[in-house]
């Protein structure tokens, strides 16, 4: 595995295993099982994980694991596992948050992942005329000081509001966005403007939702009903990008250079995604462990100047997705908004 600083003395592993899938609408989970392969994960070297207070059950479950660890392996080996959440309040309750609502949010986060300090919280908002984003930052901001935060991260803001809450001292190390081979938004300008302000990116969707994959290369268009949340989402995104048949050319030119590389075309997805100005790391979604050798195998494949020329060749071909970074889904009426779940939070309801 490599590993980066996301800030002085704070170090991830590069790949990061995503949490989503362990919430629900991707498959039965069992608690047991998924808490097992959090080992696995650890002795691949995926020390970071990625989860969220809105990720039912999954803080939980890691808390569980946590707790599992320590006894077994001790506190010294614990602290090499950093745990990634996010504080995403919901939208209802966006206009009247109060510094008490935003504090019992992370106590909450604290207990169920059973830490007296949270790695990263991740921050999230809905809506950005709704309520006041800078001063809920500003209490996270306290919360730092106060020890129950280590770093403070945003999710989903755009370029504009990201410097927005630099510029009023909230200190943002990292900002998780989607991106991938499909979406290209980051790169407009967000890429640029967080390398003078020293803000990286921790991205998703790098893999699709398991769409660009070596399981769907020659495969006929999937139609709806998807078979999970992940799916439904990423296919329009697939459909934002220039369609089937072009998203069919970037697997064959995938696989063609996973060939080259002994490996698969969700491994050389991530790769390429990794290893663009600005990113510190890739999460890749985990429902269970089965793909696990090949995420631990992002690390060690080295794209060559052929590969990224190839790749390059066949995005030249797709649209630009429009707007800065989750502008789309930020238009609950369209097609991106409209399959998202605004209010999961039980903490601030
Ligand atoms: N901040 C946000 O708004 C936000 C949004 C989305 C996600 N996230 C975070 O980012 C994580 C990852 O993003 P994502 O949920 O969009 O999913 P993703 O990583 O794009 O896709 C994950 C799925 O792809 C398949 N997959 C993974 N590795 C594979 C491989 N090597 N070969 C073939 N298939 C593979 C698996 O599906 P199967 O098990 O079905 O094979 C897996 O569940 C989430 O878990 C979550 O922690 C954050």
Redesign the pocket.
């Known amino acids: 595995m490599i590993y980066t600083d996301l800030a002085p003395g704070y170090r991830i592993s590069r790949v990061i295993k ?4 362990l919430a629900g609408g ?1 498959g039965a989970i069992d608690r047991s099982t998924s808490i097992a392969d959090m080992f696995s994960f650890c002795d691949a070297g995926i020390t970071t994980f ?3 207070d809105i990720y039912t059950g999954v803080e939980d479950m890691i808390g569980a694991f946590r707790a599992d660890f320590r006894n077994r392996r001790g506190a010294e080996a614990l602290s090499e596992l950093k745990v990634h959440t ?1 504080y995403v309040p919901n939208l209802d309750v966006l206009d009247n948050l109060t510094k008490r609502d935003v504090e019992t949010a992370i106590d909450t986060s604290l207990t169920r992942l059973k830490t007296d300090r949270l790695d990263l919280v ?1 921050f ?1 908002w809905w809506h950005y005329e709704t309520g006041d984003f800078l001063q809920v930052a500003s209490w996270l901001t306290e919360l730092k000081a106060a020890g129950k935060i280590r770093n403070i991260g945003g ?2 803001f755009d370029t504009a509001r990201s410097l927005a809450m630099v510029d009023a001292g909230v200190p943002l190390v990292s900002l ?1 966005v ?1 991106y991938s081979l499909l979406d290209n938004r980051p790169s407009k300008k967000m890429v640029a403007a967080f390398a003078k302000a020293g803000i990286q990116l921790i991205c ?7 769409l660009l ?3 769907w290369l020659g495969q006929p268009e999937i139609q709806e009903p998807h078979e ?1 949340r ?1 799916l439904t ?2 296919k329009l995104m697939v459909d934002e990008f220039g369609g089937w048949d072009l998203f069919q050319s970037l697997l064959t030119t995938l696989r063609c250079i996973a060939d080259r590389h002994d490996t ?1 075309i ?2 050389v997805a991530s790769r390429a995604v990794l290893d663009r100005p600005g990113v510190a790391a890739v ?6 462990r ?2 696990l050798s ?2 631990a195998q992002i690390a060690e494949l080295a794209l060559t100047r052929t590969d990224r020329e190839e790749i390059a060749a066949v995005l030249a071909q797709a649209n630009s997705i429009p707007g800065d970074v989750y502008t789309l889904e930020r238009d609950r009426d369209g097609s991106h908004g409209s399959i998202m779940k605004y209010n999961l939070n039980k903490e601030s309801a």
């Open positions: 995503g949490g989503w899938q991707h990625d989860c969220a996010k991740q999230h999710t989903n998780q989607q998703y969707g790098s893999v699709a939702g398991g994959s070596d399981r999970n992940s989402k990423y698969d969700a491994t999460i890749v979604g985990a429902r269970n089965a793909h090949q995420n």
